[in-house]
T-cell receptor, first 114, second 115 residues
Framework: DGGITQSPKYLFRKEGQNVTLSCEQN?????MYWYRQDPGQGLRLIYYSQIVNDFQKGDIAEGYSVSREKKESFPLTVTSAQKNPTAFYLC?????????????FGPGTRLLVL | AQTVTQSQPEMSVQEAETVTLSCTYDTSENNYYLFWYKQPPSRQMILVIR??????QNATENRFSVNFQKAAKSFSLKISDSQLGDTAMYFCAFMLGFGNEKLTFGTGTRLTIIP
């Protein structure tokens, strides 16, 4: 089946630890995105990548890092510099459907700090 | 910068009734796209409907339709014949035109369908 997968579903981080969230898509989409969702808020963009080996910061990139070595994969690392990492993280990918892009989302990863 | 406002944090409606969710946005651009996403308890974000700003005709997808008022910068979602499976958070989102694919989201409306 075509789709976007995220792993793990739940992730626990200890103080001072870096953790990596996985996002894989087999939709042959060029662009991929990472969003953060906090309770009572909408999604906020962390990083995005429109092509392999290139990515841009979103609105809340501090404390996060990404890589885009393959078209199918866009992992997000939450570093120890991110002081409030507890949130729900959503990965998305997009294709240009005619003249516009539509973003499709993975099932998400919930990150908790121990 | 673009902003999206959803002024109804929570709504509830009886099954089979019609409900309208409100969304307003602010932009100085002329070409853009608007979306409604649904997030059920599973937390998967699901695209409900999308609208291109250059189109005057309102988008429809089965029981879902929008009322797009470009001059008023309003983009409401109407759900007809509501079903229990429509219970979810609904997010309005904005995207600038071709080449700038960042989505800006509102804070969401929690919709409950009552049996």
């Amino acid at each position: 089946d075509g789709g976007i997968t995220q792993s793990p579903k739940y992730l626990f981080r200890k103080e001072g630890q870096n953790v990596t969230l996985s996002c894989e898509q087999n939709l042959n989409h060029d662009a991929m995105y990472w969003y953060r969702q906090d309770p009572g808020q909408g999604l906020r963009l962390i990083y995005y990548s429109q092509i392999v080996n290139d990515f841009q910061k979103g609105d809340i990139a501090e404390g996060y890092s990404v890589s885009r070595e393959k078209k199918e994969s866009f992992p997000l690392t939450v570093t120890s510099a991110q002081k409030n990492p507890t949130a729900f993280y959503l990965c998305a990918s997009s294709t240009r459907d005619g003249a516009q892009e539509t973003q499709y989302f993975g099932p998400g990863t919930r990150l908790l700090v121990l | 910068a673009q902003t999206v406002t959803q002024s109804q944090p929570e709504m509830s409606v009886q099954e089979a009734e019609t409900v309208t969710l409100s969304c307003t946005y602010d932009t100085s651009e002329n070409n853009y796209y608007l979306f409604w996403y649904k997030q059920p308890p599973s937390r998967q974000m699901i695209l409900v409907i999308r609208q291109e700003a250059y189109k005057q005709q309102n988008a429809t997808e089965n029981r879902f339709s929008v009322n797009f008022q470009k001059a008023a910068k309003s983009f409401s979602l109407k759900i007809s014949d509501s079903q229990l499976g429509d219970t979810a958070m609904y997010f309005c989102a904005f995207m600038l035109g071709f080449g700038n694919e960042k989505l800006t989201f509102g804070t969401g409306t929690r919709l409950t369908i009552i049996p």
